[in-house]
Nanobody, 114 residues
Framework: QVQLVESGGGLVQAGGSLRLSCAASARISNAMGWYRQAPGKQRELIAS????????TYANSVKGRFTISRDNAKNMVYLQMNSLKPEDTAVYYCNTNPWRADYWGQGTQVTVSS
């Protein structure tokens, strides 16, 4: 069974940047996505990347600020987050797109202060 481990979260001021990493225990040939869940809200897909890394899509809320990438040789997926806003505060997860229930990890907390 594949395990996904997210890292790179933290506390940052509005306007700052963070880079999240997702390490997979084995190669995943599927499209991958970054998801986030804010307190009291449903988990949402915010960025997706195709299996080869050539096609990316973003939710309107992060478009132009976040960049998803992957390194298939290292079984890694990344999320570069710039111009962070307080409304980006959430737990961030990676998973395939569409997601698999058995792939959810612990996530990484991102907190953006105003």
């Amino acid at each position: 069974q594949v395990q996904l481990v997210e890292s790179g979260g933290g506390l940052v001021q509005a306007g700052g940047s963070l880079r999240l990493s997702c390490a997979a225990s084995a190669r995943i040939s599927n499209a991958m996505g970054w998801y986030r869940q804010a307190p009291g809200k449903q988990r949402e897909l915010i960025a997706s990347i195709s299996s080869g890394g050539y096609t990316t899509t973003y939710a309107n809320s992060v478009k132009g600020r976040f960049t998803i990438s992957r390194d298939n040789a290292k079984n890694m997926v990344y999320l570069q987050m710039n111009s962070l806003k307080p409304e980006d505060t959430a737990v961030y997860y990676c998973n395939t797109n569409p997601w698999r229930a058995d792939y959810w990890g612990q996530g990484t907390q991102v907190t953006v202060s105003s």
